[in-house]
């Protein structure tokens, strides 16, 4: 349930073009405590840290030219890039995950430490999230850091979802990012 706040309101601000980050404030509270209930948690087991680590480590010698060919290559289609991902174990946990919420969770991915994918519940439009404010205002701040998106209407989940983002964390040493879709209806 919106706390304080209709659907309908949020729908008449869209409509009028009222920015939604007056509603992310609003549920700056419900968001930070979904982070420390329930994302903390699942971001400490093991398919997530060592995905992480072995992308780390593959990736490791990869220029910016590199990162924005392979970008290239997920933004075409091209299988070879997009279904390792899309594959992997990490990625059938995290679809486990957003299952598991019940209609809470809209997405959710994982990156490394160069803002590359690593696993994901929902294919991405793109590969290389490095270049947007959910990489840059979690991995590079420090294992506490947090950015919530602003409130937006979502057209594929019929929803208005807030995108919470926040390091992954090894041993208190930032190894990479999520960023969890959150239908913001849901946020108590």
């Not at 490791?60 to 070879?80: N, T």
């Not at 701040?141 to 090894?170: C, K, N, R, W, Y």
């Amino acid at each position: 349930m919106i706390k304080n706040i209709t659907r309908v309101a949020l729908v008449a601000a869209l409509i009028s073009g009222v920015s939604f980050s007056a509603f992310a404030n609003e549920y700056e509270a419900s968001a930070k405590s979904l982070v420390d209930s329930q994302i903390k948690g699942w971001l400490e087991n093991p398919t997530v840290i060592d995905a992480v680590k072995a992308q780390n480590a593959a990736h490791e010698g990869l220029s910016q030219a590199d990162i924005d060919a392979l970008d290239q290559k997920w933004r075409a289609g091209d299988a070879a890039v997009i279904d390792p991902v899309l594959n992997s174990d990490l990625s059938t946990y995290l679809t486990g995950v957003k299952e598991g919420g019940e209609g809470l969770y809209t997405e959710i991915f994982v990156m490394d430490n160069k803002g590359l994918n690593v696993g994901q519940s929902d294919k991405t439009s793109d590969y290389w999230q490095g270049d947007e404010a959910k990489w840059q205002e979690t991995y590079s701040v420090g294992p506490d850091a947090i950015h919530l998106s602003d409130v937006e209407e979502d057209e594929s989940s019929q929803t208005f979802q807030m995108q919470i983002s926040l390091p992954v964390v090894d041993g208190g040493s930032v190894i990479g990012a999520v960023t969890v879709g959150v239908n913001a209806e849901m946020l108590e």
